[in-house]
């Protein structure tokens, strides 16, 4: 009989079914608070991700903090999700919420630096590396704006980014390959003009294709993570990273390296941790321990040109900035969890925790004798439904499963554990528990078995 991702369809719908009425039945009071309350919202769902659950109706949260969550019946879950990365150090960590109490009683926002800002600037460089910042509210921003002073200084069009590569919602980056190709992604919702003038798209692991694409000369940057993480997971290839270096130097491309999620791999992100040397270099989501902040800075030689062009354009809105951005809280919290809650000890916390999880993942799906594989990028662990290593977007596409995915979710969830929606990823933070490691493999074990195993 026809499997998928070596499992019957049949007892995998057996298994849904069960898990999603279990689900149900043990959230009254969630179902009431969401009958009456989430009319005003479209679709019931104040952002509509939050209808990417795998649950029949999302969980209201009561309370999140280290590395648990409750919800409103009382269920308290260990967060592995951890808000998709945003609280990857832990849920309001002592210090940025003291921060944040501190700030509070001197102002929200105001449009002028603070003197926190100062400092977190002077973390930034010591910590990431001698760049010159921006600050904005969203990764998406962030790598917005270093799109364009790559466009700015280079005079050319064009972005080169990754097949099944995801940079927040940018239009820009908003393709992938079709037959060689490179077409609008599916699924965008009113895109109004042609995102293949601005960009295109060749496969992660190929320095051919990326050669190929920069000969056109029409690229102003290659914009990639240096681990696809949002196309299940997709290592770099030895030399890939520093072919992309030599390739932008070659064609006079500038390379944008987009630490959002990758920030996992240790002090500094994977930049620092394995020595790249980007052009412009982003970051977000926990980097403020939480509070919505991104960072893009540039090398002294890229804010030289950019200088230059500066001075030179006809004056009007640059097309950049948003009227929040650079708030005070920011900073507070910015420079209170690059100094007391990302440090090297937590790096070694995570790094240790999720070395563990990936170990009990793959003792799972060998045990279970399943075509699957368990990866891990410093904290950020990933199971994945099909053999690996993955290469590149297409074969990240082709071992991606949501029928059996959403099964493992659910079953996790009512097994008191929480992990990422879109992916099957797992975050391990400074503050989660080797206990906590243990029920999040046991659960796993437990789903995964159930899954296989159609006499129980
Ligand atoms: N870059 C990468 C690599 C991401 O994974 C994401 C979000 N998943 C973003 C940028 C955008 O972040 P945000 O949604 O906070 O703007």
């Known amino acids: 009989r026809p499997t998928v991702a070596g499992l019957d369809p049949a007892r995998i719908e057996t298994v849904r079914a069960r898990e999603a009425a279990r689900f149900t039945a043990a959230r009254p009071r969630t179902q009431a608070a969401l009958q009456a309350g989430a009319a005003p919202w479209l679709n019931g769902v104040p952002m509509h991700w939050m209808r990417d659950w795998p649950s029949p109706f999302p969980l209201v949260v009561a309370e999140a903090k280290g590395a648990r969550l409750t919800d409103i019946d009382g ?163 030895p030399g890939f990273l520093e072919g992309l270096r030599a390739l932008a130097d070659r064609h006079g491309a500038l390379l944008i390296i987009d630490e959002t999620h990758t920030q996992s791999s240790g002090l500094g992100g994977y930049t620092r941790v394995h020595g790249l040397k980007p052009d412009l270099f982003v970051i977000g989501k926990c980097v403020a321990g939480g509070m919505p902040t991104a960072l893009w ?31 005070p809280m920011q900073f507070a919290c910015l420079a209170a969890t690059l100094e007391e809650v990302a440090t090297e000890a937590a790096f070694a916390r995570m790094d240790a925790g999720a070395q563990r999880l990936v170990d009990g993942l793959s003792r799972a799906i060998a045990a279970a004798g399943l075509p699957w594989h368990a990866i891990r990028v410093g904290a950020r662990v990933e199971f994945i439904c099909a053999p690996g290593p993955l290469r590149n977007g297409t074969e990240a596409a082709e071992a991606h499963h949501p029928v059996v995915e959403s099964v493992v979710h659910l079953g996790l969830l009512n097994r008191g554990c929480l992990i990422a929606p879109f992916h099957n990823m797992m975050l391990v933070s400074p503050v989660t528990t080797r206990r906590q490691i243990d029920r999040l493999v046991a659960a796993f074990t437990d789903i995964v078995t159930d899954l296989k195993d159609d006499s129980r």
């Not at 950019?306 to 950049?320: E, L, Q, V």
Request: aromatic content about 6%.
């Open 75 to 237: 269920h308290v879950l260990d967060d592995f999700c951890l808000g998709d990365t945003g609280s990857m150090f832990g849920h309001a960590p002592p210090a940025v919420a003291r921060a944040i109490r501190a700030q509070a009683g001197r102002g929200l926002t105001y449009m002028l630096p603070s003197e926190a800002a100062l400092k977190a600037g002077a973390l930034m460089t010591e910590r990431f590396g001698p760049f010159l910042w921006q600050v904005t509210l969203s990764a998406t921003d962030a790598n917005r704006h270093a799109l364009r002073i790559a466009r700015a200084i280079t005079g050319r069009r064009r972005v080169l980014v990754f097949n099944g590569c995801y940079h927040g919602t940018l239009e820009d980056t908003m393709v992938e390959l079709s037959n060689g190709r490179t077409v609008p992604r599916q699924g965008l919702v009113g895109q109004g003009f042609d995102l293949t003038e601005g960009a295109v798209c060749v496969e992660f692991n190929d320095l051919d294709a990326v050669e190929a694409a920069l000969a056109q000369g029409d690229v102003a940057a290659i914009l990639t993570e240096p681990v696809m993480t949002n196309s299940c997971m997709v290592l770099p290839e």
């Open 297 to 327: 800075g540039m090398t002294e030689a890229v804010a030289a040109r950019f200088r230059a062009y500066d001075a030179a354009r006809a004056p009007g809105h640059s097309g950049m900035g948003t009227t929040l951005a650079g708030n």
